[in-house]
């Protein structure tokens, strides 16, 4: 948002500070500038301090950035709102359990405790092998489960059944489910019957069959059932429906034992990652729920007198019984916008904000149900509806609702009545509505997405606005590529790189498919039993055809430089070491090998993992495709490639949408896990083994989870709502485009689509000689020289609480040397892990630690200023001054600026031609400021009065 002043929706939000409010916050209409005011209003009164007032975020980003907007609207600064409840609900439930749940799991008869060193296992790779090693244990010391382990083709799927329990709120105790959470297992008949009797309704006005039954047509196909279970023409009937009963008959199944078994896998987890000393973010609000469900006085001690939560459309339904558990009145506001809502997979739960009131009632009936823990009224909640956009042209808004509209798929039926009912539509806010909404196919669509690019660039036909509000050409770093998956997107960049265009990938890739990690997993295999597989790979990737690699393994005459790699590798005593000297041999030095070099010593570190193990881990990586954060940008000025889900908050003047193609937008049905939880079914088991059925020991198909798929049709309103954000992203241009199979979005829109043969031109980057940054000057003769630190105020350090030390922020300093100088030194605290990612984003070259004096003649007299510049960053076209500061506030932002301003006027003499900028790096929250330097005059008065 642009605008300085609330509009009137804001406005009104700002000003209602007291009661249950529901805030329809649509795509780019200044949800945080509003949130972050209307936060600023109620600290001001006299009454209310910022402990008062919980704010919710779902990233520690959004909260740092709450924060800098909220100080100057209000009269407190980042000291006071350091320790402020503006947080995460994860870091809300960490922070409440390490001050007061010590003894949670105690509620679950559990005997073991939180302790203040219980760590937080963030990385999901860490946690998967933590898990399986539990499994592995539990395995072992149940054969009463045998059979169901036979059944299960990949015993770490059950850890996403236990945090999808764990996101709905369903904990097992010692005796079974926590406050009836048994309920949720057996699912809801009811609500089944209804999509039952919708599907099996007979079309054309009864002269056609039900949807379900034309389903039920590949019954049995594929499929290996117990001898009990019925034949086709019984599940189907002989109408044009099936018959009724099926719905009862598939849903009544016996599944005593299967919950007894996750009853007993999800106990002893627990107990597992208590006694190891790890909880991850689904058991830290596990247990912050029941210590606030059963800690009577507890819950009023630590309530909030208000509560906001942000972003409310991504939250779960335990996160909305925590937020009522946490709150001390009515004073809730929550905002969010159900279009956006895009995260299922993280176990958000859109209806919690579609059917809000709803849930409101129904959530503080079910905490009530034994002792008044809500007391609370929660009728009259108001709605607000921000609609004022400030992204994007009205053409591209009114075109962002039919991706609410359209079928995601040919069996698709949307209830477009219903969506209209909800829809809210924006209005823009935009200077010009210059807007271009394109389609495009081709057998090559990425050669088309390039030269899509390349038309696009300089092109007057796609000007974009700059900062004043006035229409420029098109630059690369204007544009954004989305797809839905990863895999189009990384191949893309290689093709991209093969043409020389400017293109980075920011967000998660899928890690262990990378080169890096299947080399590193190849040289592995070598030096395990499985040394062919891995010689194949290191062969190929050495040149060598399959012809001369089968005569290899024939001769067994390895190459001799590879068979003297493979020796040093076996000398070397840790994983660490193996993978360093592999990526070292290849020249992979970049942030993916880091990654991958960071996740193998996490998880050697967190388990008691062999090389064999790590060998099993990689490959079951490579087979989900698990992912990671990799930043691996190549400039400002470049093309970034996401997808979707990375885009969330983003914005960009020109959108490519690619990949609209059929089976990856929406991607092609996998198979799910052999153990189910769903809405409405409840916990389902897929298939079974059996030694008695036909004789002979078998795994079988379970009849009524394969009917009871076909009865629970597949939502795709998900998707529709991907579209929608990845085409609410762009301010300006939006461009389609598909390959040999267009998808039903694109075919439903309405754009035309055009056929093109690309063109892709092959750039060739300009090479432009760089020096080293010699910002040293002959210190002439005369008085003794100033350095900036003379010129700064010491008093605004004063009474600074919270401060880490001169020890700490030289430790922080020395790492940021050694590691932008190359030197072999890993992050140690998440201080250096924010330089680390910040130094491994730039993309020109660094000089660090540089001497730096600027000669001055204050009332007649020359003197220098000296001092030493943390990092300068050079590219062909501008030059960045970066200062490091480990400050836990901005406090000292002012005096600071004095400092970088000297360093700036001495690199704009050595680089009078170049855009220069100077900058400082808080490097605890890894925030970048960029500082506006004083004038030449004004650092002269500062020296005269320092003199003085």
Not at 101 to 115: F, K
Not at 398 to 410: M, N, Q
Not at 544 to 551: N, P, V
Not at 782 to 798: A, Q
Request: charged content about 30%.
């Amino acid at each position: 948002m642009t605008d300085l002043e609330p509009n009137e929706q804001q406005q009104k939000l700002i000003d209602s500070t007291d009661g249950l409010y529901l805030v329809d916050a649509g795509a780019g209409t200044g949800k945080t500038f509003t949130v972050t005011r209307r936060y600023a209003n109620i600290v001001s009164q006299d009454d209310v301090a910022p402990d008062d007032v919980l704010l919710v975020t779902f990233t520690n980003n959004a909260a740092a950035e709450m924060k800098e907007r909220i100080i100057g609207h209000s009269p407190y600064g980042m000291r006071e709102l350091a320790d402020a409840p503006i947080k995460t609900f994860h870091s809300l439930c960490h922070d409440i359990l390490e001050e007061h749940g010590h003894t949670a799991p105690t509620y679950l008869g559990i005997d073991d405790r939180i302790t203040g060193s219980t760590r937080i296992v963030e990385d999901e790779l860490v946690e998967e092998a933590l898990f399986g090693a539990f499994i592995d244990r539990f395995s072992d010391d149940h054969p009463e489960y045998d059979d169901v382990f036979r059944a299960l083709g990949e015993p770490g799927e059950l850890l996403d059944v236990l945090n999808q329990l764990a996101a709905k709120g369903v904990f097992p105790d010692a005796e079974g489910w926590y406050r009836d959470g048994e309920r949720h297992l057996d699912g809801d008949f009811a609500v089944f019957k209804q999509q039952f009797d919708e599907l099996n309704e007979p079309r054309n006005g009864g002269s056609k069959q039900s949807v379900l039954r034309s389903k039920l047509g590949r019954y049995g196909k594929d499929k290996c059932y117990l001898p009990e279970a019925p034949e086709k023409s019984a599940i189907r009937g002989s109408g044009k429906q099936v018959p009724d009963e099926l719905a009862q008959r598939v849903f009544d199944e016996e599944r005593g034992e299967l919950k007894q078994f996750v009853h007993d896998v999800y106990h002893e987890y627990l107990q597992f990652a208590l006694r190891r000393n790890y909880l991850n973010f689904g058991m830290l609000q596990l247990f912050a729920y029941v210590l606030l469900c059963e800690n009577h006085s507890l819950r009023e001690e630590v309530a909030f007198e208000y509560v906001m939560i942000d972003e409310f459309q991504d939250s779960s339904e335990i996160q909305f019984k925590l937020a009522l558990l946490l709150a001390g009145t009515n004073n809730i506001c929550v905002v969010g916008d159900w279009k956006q809502s895009i995260y299922s997979f993280q176990y958000a739960d859109v209806d919690n904000i579609v059917e809000f009131e709803d849930r409101l009632d129904r959530f503080v009936d079910q905490l009530n149900r034994d002792h008044e823990r809500i007391s609370f009224p929660t009728n009259d909640v108001t709605t607000i509806e921000l609609v004022e956009n400030y992204r994007s042209t009205q053409e591209i808004l009114d075109f962002s609702e039919h991706g609410l509209r359209v079928p995601a798929a040919k069996r698709d039926d949307v209830d477009v009545e219903a969506i209209d009912d909800r829809i809210v539509s924006l209005e823009s806010n935009a200077d010009h509505e210059n807007t271009t909404i394109e389609a495009i196919q081709s057998d090559d669509e990425q050669e088309a997405v390039l030269a899509k690019v390349q038309e696009i660039v300089g092109n007057e036909g796609y000007r974009v606005e700059d900062e004043d509000g006035e229409l420029r050409l098109p630059e690369y770093g204007d544009i954004a590529v989305m797809t839905r998956t990863r895999d189009f997107g990384r191949e893309l960049l290689g093709t991209a790189e093969e043409y020389g265009l400017p293109m980075a990938y920011e967000g998660g890739i899928e890690l262990f498919r990378t080169d890096q990690a299947k080399l590193l997993l190849a040289w592995l295999r070598i030096l395990e039993a499985d040394a062919e597989r891995g010689w194949a790979v290191v062969l190929e990737r050495a040149g060598y055809t399959l012809d001369e690699i089968d005569a290899i393994f024939d001769s067994e005459a390895y190459p001799e430089d590879m068979v003297a790699f493979r020796a040093e590798l076996e000398e070397m005593e840790t994983l660490g070491g193996v993978a360093r000297r592999v990526f070292a041999r290849y020249g992979y030095d970049g942030p993916t090998a880091d990654v991958v070099l960071h996740t193998i010593q996490s998880v050697h570190n967190a388990t008691t993992q062999t090389r064999g193990d790590l060998i099993r881990f990689i490959e079951r990586g490579i087979e989900a495709g698990s992912t990671h954060e990799v930043h691996a940008g190549v400039g400002t000025n470049s093309v970034t490639v996401q997808t979707i889900h990375a885009t969330k908050g983003l914005e960009y003047p020109i959108v490519i949408l690619a990949n609209m193609n059929s089976g990856s937008f929406p991607p092609g049905g996998g198979s799910s896990g052999v153990i189910t939880y769903d809405d409405p079914v409840g916990l389902r088991q897929r298939k079974v083994y059996s030694e008695e059925a036909h004789g002979m020991p078998h795994v079988y198909d379970n009849w009524r989870a394969d009917v009871l798929g076909k009865c629970v049709p597949r939502n795709y309103d998900e998707e529709r709502r991907l579209l929608y954000v990845a085409i609410t992203r762009a301010e300006s241009h939006v461009v389609f485009t598909a390959g040999e199979d267009p998808n039903t979005f694109i075919e439903e829109l309405p754009v035309d689509v055009e056929s093109v043969t690309p063109a892709v031109t092959e750039r060739t980057q300009d090479t432009t000689a760089q020096t080293t940054l010699q910002v040293e000057m002959p210190v002439p003769e005369g008085p003794t020289g100033h350095t900036p630190h003379t010129l700064m105020r010491d008093d605004v350090f004063e009474d600074v609480e919270g401060g880490r030390g001169v020890a700490f922020g030289t430790q922080v300093h020395d790492f940021a040397e050694a590691y932008a100088l190359g030197e072999d030194v890993s992050p140690s605290n998440r201080d250096e892990e924010n330089v680390a990612q910040f130094l491994d984003g730039l993309d020109g070259e660094v000089v660090v630690e540089e001497d730096a004096y600027l000669p001055l003649t204050v009332d007649g007299e020359r003197v220098t200023i000296s001092g030493v510049v943390d990092l300068v960053h050079v590219t062909p076209d501008r030059v960045e001054i970066v200062d490091y500061k480990t400050d836990r506030g901005r406090h000292g932002e002012g005096e600071y600026r004095k400092q970088l301003s000297v360093y700036y006027h001495v690199a704009s003499e050595v680089y009078p031609e170049r855009e220069l900028t100077a900058n400082i790096l808080y490097t605890e929250t890894g925030t970048r400021r960029e500082i506006e330097p004083l004038s030449l005059e004004e650092i002269r008065t500062l020296v005269a009065e320092a003199s003085a």
